[in-house]
C-alpha cells in the first residue's frame, strides 16, 4: 500500500504538535523583507510552530506544501486544510475559502513571520521552524 506526501505529513504535524512550546518571541515585528528577496520554497514544505501571536494559539503548527495546501495543526485536534498561493511577490493565505492578503514580515531559516489581513485588525503570526 502506497502511502501519501500529505498523509505522511499530516502525521509528522500530529507527532509535533505533542511537542512542548517554545517560549514567545519579542511582541516587535520587524520590518518587511522586500519583496523580490523571497522565493515560496524558502518557506514551504517546512514545519512550523507559532511562537507568538495576538490570536493565534503558541504551539500551533503551519504547513505551505509546495502544492499550494495550507496544513493548519494543534495538538489534540484534526488538521485543517487551506490552500496558499504566492504569485508577483505577494502572499495569499485562503481559510474556509475566504482569501486573506498576508505581509511577510520577515523570513529566516528557522524563523517566519507573517501578518494576515484577515476582516477587522490584521493577525500578525511568528513562526517558528520545528524540530523533526
Known amino acids: 500500500m502506497k502511502i501519501g506526501h500529505t498523509t505522511l505529513l499530516i502525521g509528522a504535524l500530529l507527532a509535533i504538535a505533542a ?23 524558502s518557506f514551504s514544505d517546512r ?3 507559532v511562537s507568538a501571536s495576538s490570536t493565534i494559539e503558541p504551539g500551533m503548527l503551519y504547513v505551505f506544501l509546495s502544492d499550494g495546501t495550507l496544513v493548519i495543526a494543534a495538538g489534540g485536534s484534526t488538521p485543517t486544510l487551506g490552500k496558499w498561493r504566492y504569485e508577483n511577490g505577494a502572499l495569499t493565505m485562503i481559510e474556509e475559502g475566504n482569501a486573506y492578503p498576508t505581509d511577510i514580515v ?4 528557522n524563523r517566519f513571520t507573517i501578518r494576515s489581513h484577515n476582516p477587522g485588525t490584521p493577525v500578525e503570526i511568528t513562526l517558528e521552524r520545528a524540530a523533526p
Open 106 to 109: 520577515s523570513l529566516g531559516d
Open 47 to 49: 514545519v512550523w510552530r
Open 19 to 41: 511537542c512542548k512550546p517554545s517560549a514567545p518571541a519579542s511582541a516587535v515585528a520587524p520590518p518587511a523583507a522586500p519583496a523580490k528577496a523571497i522565493a515560496s520554497s
